[in-house]
């Protein structure tokens, strides 16, 4: 027993190095153009006004952090909030999808044209009907991230197995118990792939919201830095738009491994 569990012990951390180690050439090849980036820069071909080098960048955002961080955290409130309501919104739209066939083709080609619409042309029309407070930012963030969700989540309650549809059906499961016992938990996988979408879409529906009017968060924070000029804070404000939105891309996927261990790998 205890040589078995030492052995599953043992494959899971090996499995958890080729995980990191996958990782190697997408890093080597980040550094890679950050060094030719620097370079390029200190070669003097273009001025560091227009192109700050990545060390003026990271340099601009340690000393500015404390300002950076007020940004920061109201683009966070934003997107979590966007995210979460896009959540539950394209999973019960998902759901209305798999009601009927007559309610997918209805619904379906609607939510196909609504993603036709640039998103940047409604917000000024959002924050002139909302104002500048919190509502026009989330509600940018939901048209952003729930179309992913909604189609991911669409297709999996659609490709249930139907032995196992016509096996509840033998049993007389009414069309609940059947979503909830099988449909639900056959689309999960299809769920999480668009939630990992809609989780890097997110930070960028929030700062557009702030692009086209918010008193604070990054986007009203690079606007003022372009103005200013100052195109380093720009770059940085970029710096810290990346890494939140990769924190949610990796917050996600490691729900779905805590929440579906036996699909993830």
């Known amino acids: 027993m205890h040589i078995s569990i030492t052995r599953d012990l043992s494959d899971s951390r090996a499995a958890r190095l080729r995980r990191i180690a996958g990782y190697g050439p997408a890093i080597v090849l980040g550094v890679s153009l950050l060094v030719l980036w620097e370079l390029y820069v200190r070669s003097g071909v273009i001025s560091q006004r227009v192109l700050p080098s990545p060390l003026i960048v990271a340099g601009t955002l340690y000393y500015n952090w404390d300002i950076i961080q007020e940004h920061t955290l109201q683009t966070l409130f934003e997107t979590v909030l966007g995210l979460a309501a896009s959540t539950v919104l394209g999973l019960l739209l998902a759901i209305v999808l798999n009601l009927a066939s007559w309610t997918r ?20 029309l959002f924050v002139t009907w909302m ?5 026009p930012k989330i509600i940018i963030v939901i048209l952003y991230c729930f179309f992913p969700i909604a189609v991911a989540s669409a297709d999996g309650l659609l490709s249930t197995d139907p032995d196992l549809l016509r096996l509840l059906a033998s049993m007389r499961a009414s069309r609940w118990q059947t979503l909830w016992l099988v449909q639900l ?11 990992r979408i809609a989780a890097t879409y997110s930070v960028s529906g929030a700062i557009v919201g702030e692009f086209v009017g918010a008193e604070k968060g990054l986007g009203n924070y690079m606007l003022t830095a372009g103005h200013s000029y100052a195109i380093a804070a720009v770059f940085a ?29």
Request: charged share 5%; glycine share 8%; net charge positive.
């Open 105 to 124: 083709r209805a619904i379906y080609p609607l939510l196909i044209a609504s993603q036709t619409v640039p998103i940047i042309a409604l917000a000024p």
């Open 131 to 135: 104002g500048f407070g919190l509502l």
């Open 185 to 195: 938990p056959g689309a999960m996988p299809a769920f999480f792939s668009g939630l």
């Open 237 to 265: 404000a970029i710096v810290v738009t990346t890494i939140l939105s990769l924190l949610l891309f990796g917050l996600v996927s490691l729900v779905e491994r805590l929440t579906l261990p036996w699909y993830t790998r």
